[in-house]
């Protein structure tokens, strides 16, 4: 029997990255995965091939709509290929998991492709795919199995017209109109993509806006620049049955007068979040408590009931977020090598990757009001700055929010060009413990989507941005 200091189960973004600090650490590991190629959901049918259909999308939107006025002219029509957008975002996604093995290689971790099931606390069960099995014994486990897309009760996922991510990432032909029950990160991504290939989109969200854990501001914000872009939206809509009727499909909802509301289209993407995955791991045998949700309970140190076996990403409580499930793989590696990580799990930025980007860290103005925490906001609009207006990305704004008595930065929330990248600005500053005038006194490159941080951090430390 192979026998190893730690075993990953699940090669995901916390998996695979735990596996690899392990490794560093000199301890010798494993990883199990049960399917073909690793990287869980994120690499394969998740942040990967969203981003670069997200990407491809807003290309062509651009050759469309935007080239003429920057003075390019092409030949003739602009025609979409989306059998080519396709290949070229399963290309992406191959290189991607292929770096992967690559890493694992590297790092020496042996790798095993199958399903792995506790038999007690410290021997691993894999059944693996070629029709086998076999036991290994581990020091330490570590469980990151993730997530997989959740739905409600009476919606029959048919995978044809009543799809998830996954379907949503390999379309064959562009909806006419498509329908997205729910207005979260990854419902607002595929609607975009699709309503720039030139579908109709309506998203029905039950809640009274968009985006609902983030900034109120951040979700007003994003409304109406996608409302601009002819997005349609039914917020405060409890959706109550979805049928797919053969050609289409019709979704009946009630708002928020109790009245009932049909939408009709050729697809529904139902997007109502995603749920711990934990089947087949037999939990039980190795005294590991799993919670009504569904998540894997654990203690501070992201530790189980069993003491040897710890759980990280999406099937642990917070938010499923791939960073946030690294984090927590390089945390647990360096806890079981007996060292003293933290995690400030309020510095986990979260971000939208629609056109323009939306990214938040800290507390929001509605989580402070509600703490009772006195502050002071300041806002700067990206319309005033100068590479904004060049590349015609006007929408949107940096809003920092800070301790009415310290000034130290309790909150940053941006909506623009780029701000899926400058978040990490804010992110470093708050590590830090920064004060908003801090930010201020910084230099900040002329011209650049940056200087929206520091002219927030102007208006926020004594109401004096320089360019508004």
């Not at 329908?179 to 309506?202: F, N, P, W």
């Not at 590349?391 to 310290?406: E, P, Q």
Request: glycine fraction near 8%; proline fraction near 3%; aromatic fraction near 6%.
């Amino acid at each position: 029997m192979s026998t190893y200091d730690v075993a990953v189960i699940g090669s995901g973004p916390g998996g695979y990255v735990a596996a690899i600090r392990c490794a560093q650490l000199g301890m010798k590991t494993a990883i199990i995965e049960k399917y073909s190629t690793k990287g869980g959901t994120c690499l394969n049918v998740g942040c990967i091939p969203s981003k670069a259909l997200l990407d491809s999308s807003h290309h062509y939107e651009d050759a469309v709509k935007h080239f003429e006025e920057h003075g390019i002219e092409l030949p003739g029509e602009v025609k979409l290929n989306l059998e080519k957008m396709m290949e070229r975002k399963a290309s992406v996604v191959e290189q991607t998991t292929k770096g992967i093995d690559f890493l694992m290689d590297k790092n020496k971790i042996d790798t095993f492709e199958g399903v792995g099931s506790f038999e007690d606390k410290t021997h691993i069960k894999i059944d693996l795919t070629d029709g086998d099995s076999k036991t290994i014994e581990a020091k330490h486990t570590i469980i990151a199995t993730g997530s997989k897309p959740a739905s409600l009760p009476f919606i029959d996922i048919d995978k044809e017209r009543i799809i998830t991510s996954t379907e949503a990432l390999k379309l064959k032909k562009v909806p006419k109109h498509m329908l997205i029950i729910g207005g979260g990160v990854i419902g607002l991504e595929l609607g975009q993509v699709y309503k720039r290939l030139g579908a109709d989109v309506t998203v029905i969200e039950y809640m009274d806006r968009i985006i609902p854990t983030m900034d109120k501001a951040q979700s007003k914000e994003l409304t109406k620049v996608m409302k601009k872009q002819k997005t349609k939206f039914a917020v405060s809509h409890k959706v109550t049955s979805v049928e797919n009727t053969g050609d289409e499909v019709v979704v009946k909802a009630t708002d928020k007068k109790d009245k009932e509301v049909e939408f009709k289209g050729d697809y529904c993407l139902v997007s109502v979040g995603r749920r711990p995955y934990t089947d087949g791991l037999n939990a039980d045998k190795a005294g590991i408590k799993v919670n009504d949700k569904g998540q894997v309970e654990v203690n501070e140190h992201l530790q189980t009931a069993a003491d040897n076996i710890y759980a990280i990403g999406d099937v642990v409580k917070g938010a499923m977020l791939a960073h946030k499930a690294e984090e927590e793989g390089v945390f647990v590696a360096e806890t079981i090598a007996g060292q003293k990580p933290h995690i400030d799990y309020n510095l986990i930025p979260g971000v939208v990757y629609t056109w323009p980007e939306v990214a938040s860290v800290g507390k929001t103005e509605e989580e402070l009001k509600e703490a009772k925490v006195e502050y002071k906001s300041g806002q700067f609009p990206m319309r005033a700055l100068g590479r904004s207006r060049a590349s015609g990305d006007t929408d949107g704004f940096v809003k920092i929010l800070s301790d009415k008595k310290t000034d130290e930065v309790l909150g940053v929330h941006m909506v623009g060009a780029r701000v899926a990248d400058l978040i990490a600005e804010a992110v470093v500053a708050m590590e830090y413990r920064a004060s908003a005038e801090d930010i201020a006194r910084m230099s900040h490159a002329h011209p650049t989507y940056a200087e929206a941080v520091k002219e927030a951090a102007l208006a926020a430390t004594d109401n004096r941005p320089l360019h508004t």
